[in-house]
């Protein structure tokens, strides 16, 4: 079964496992110590830039939680979308460990601007009220749409000219350049970006994230440090690190993790174009990586999900979120497509 409800469905990509495998043959330094994630760091290097310092994780949660740690204390703020992963799909997590508050912007498509941030109003310097010290993006965004190099650009100049870092939750950052056609520096350390995650995981990897400081300023002011202590204290730090370190390798050789990205993004489009003309259905969002949002008739949804899981996404408007992955079929897509026109004509 291949399911549209998310990449986390998807299992490994062969080469991945093939890497790990490889990563089995001999015993080698713990906790980042060894050789392989040397050279992971090295790959991150040559794809976002020779001074970036990049720390591997388990999970997205424990990335977005541990990076921006690193930039925030207790009583400050992060902007973001109301949509954010942080702010709906994170338990939590956030709010409890930082002890930040979250500034959630409303949007229709998931994407900050800096108008949006602009108008964010704060008493500077009152300690009656929570202090912004962060902006987050996420890219690709919740809703799937992207944010180009000029945004993000703007969206930093704005972050930056009021004294805020600028963080991506880059979760599904390989679809987003897939997308644009970029190379993934072109939208994160040229772009302005200070921090981000980078995400494995939905592209291919197992529990396989990382932590990565784009800003060489941060690194002069002791944030690589910082972030050593940090992700020992939130328990993300791998004991086996090179199994971690082994999947990044090979997502970044060979633009393992473009190929990946591009075929996911090809299936969405391919999924899109054959359910729109179906009638009652009504794609929501721009279809611009690898997640589709779509409108249907209530009383279909459920025998749609009987053929192939998916997640509604507002239950009272009837929206569902269909996303692809790496190993999406287009046999998938299609026979998907025939279900779900079965199940509007019903």
């Known amino acids: 079964m291949r399911a549209f409800a998310s990449d986390n469905y998807a299992g490994a990509h062969p080469a991945v496992l093939e890497a790990m495998v490889h990563a089995n043959t001999e015993h080698m330094p713990a906790y980042g110590a060894d050789a392989l994630t040397a050279t992971a760091r090295d790959l991150f290097r040559q794809h976002l830039g020779d001074h970036v310092e990049v720390f591997p994780v388990f999970n997205g949660t424990g990335a977005n939680v541990i990076g921006l740690q690193s930039l ?20 939590g997590a956030p709010e409890k460990l930082l002890g930040s508050k979250l500034l959630d912007l409303p949007t229709d498509d998931g994407k900050l601007t800096p108008q949006m941030i602009e ?20 890219q690709s965004t919740e809703y799937g749409t992207v944010y180009t190099p000029d945004e993000i650009r703007a969206i930093a100049e704005v972050a ?6 600028l963080y991506m939750d880059g979760a599904r950052i390989s679809n987003a350049a897939a997308a644009l056609g970029v190379p993934l520096r072109e939208i994160t350390t040229d772009a302005g970006v200070d921090a981000m995650s980078f995400g494995g995981t939905k592209n291919g990897a197992i529990a396989a994230e990382a932590i990565v400081v784009l800003n060489p300023a941060l690194l002069a002011q ?18 086996k690190m ?12 060979d633009d393992l993790w473009l190929k990946n990205a591009q075929h996911a993004n090809a299936m969405a489009a391919r999924l899109a174009a054959a359910t729109t003309q179906i009638p009652g259905v009504r794609i929501t969002q721009q279809v611009q990586a690898n997640a589709v949002f779509a409108v249907l008739p209530k009383n279909a949804i459920a025998p749609a999900q009987e053929h192939t899981p998916f997640y509604v996404w507002d239950e009272a408007a009837g929206e569902v979120r269909w996303v692809c992955s790496w190993d999406t079929e287009p046999t998938d897509v299609d026979d998907f497509a025939v279900a779900l026109r079965n199940a509007v004509s019903a």
């Open 222 to 239: 002791g944030v690589g440090e910082q972030l050593g202590y940090l992700r020992k204290q939130y328990m993300q730090l791998a004991s």
């Open 119 to 138: 108008a964010v109003q704060w008493r500077q310097g009152d300690v009656h009220q929570s202090q912004p010290a962060v902006v987050l993006i996420t």
């Open 160 to 165: 930056h000219r009021r004294g805020l870092y």
């Open 242 to 253: 090179r199994f971690a370190s082994a999947q990044f390798i090979a997502l970044l050789t």
């Open 72 to 91: 925030l204390r207790s009583w400050q703020a992060v902007i973001c979308a109301s949509t954010a992963h942080i702010n709906v799909d994170e338990g």
